[in-house]
């Protein structure tokens, strides 16, 4: 058996708009996830895998050593949040450098790259994603020459 869930704020799971960042903890997650596998009645045997912020969620509930995990998987997440946040934010600084311009394309207002051009922050607020009727694409972006890598994400469901 296979279980896939949205965790809290993600996909058709229950969105908290108007929570602060004292709300999004680990130890919220982990009642989610132990919660879960409670409710479907699992707790006696196992396997998990976390995809990206998943795999540390995975990882955190390993360190846990529930009676009935029998493996844990992590596919593309970082073994260091730390060095994960030094390198992203290495990355994005020739974005932080690019005109203003680049506000005139779907992806967000000038407000929020005013405000967040000098921050250490990756937090993307709900004004960054664009319509679901198009594919969320940093289509715009690329005819800009700052980034050494490029990135393609599709958004939106049905």
Not at 71 to 98: F, V
Request: one cysteine or more.
């Amino acid at each position: 058996m296979v279980i896939f869930y949205d965790q809290y704020g993600c996909g058709r799971s229950t969105h908290f708009p108007h929570a602060d960042a004292s709300f999004w903890t680990i130890a919220r997650y982990l009642r989610q996830l132990t919660q879960l596998i409670d409710h479907l009645g699992i707790g006696h045997g196992y396997s998990i895998l976390g995809h990206s912020w998943g795999g540390m969620l995975a990882a955190e509930h390993a360190c846990l050593q529930p009676a009935g995990l029998r493996g844990a998987i992590q596919a593309s997440s970082p073994a260091s949040i730390a060095l994960w946040q030094q390198e992203a934010m290495r990355l994005l600084t020739p974005w932080r450098r690019c005109p203003m311009t680049i506000s005139k394309t779907s992806l967000c207002p000038p407000s929020f790259i005013k405000t967040h051009q000098n921050s250490s922050s990756l937090t993307m607020p709900d004004t960054f994603i664009p319509s679901r009727k198009k594919p969320f694409m940093f289509r715009s972006l690329m005819r800009s020459s700052p980034p050494t890598l490029r990135v393609i994400t599709f958004y939106g469901n049905k």
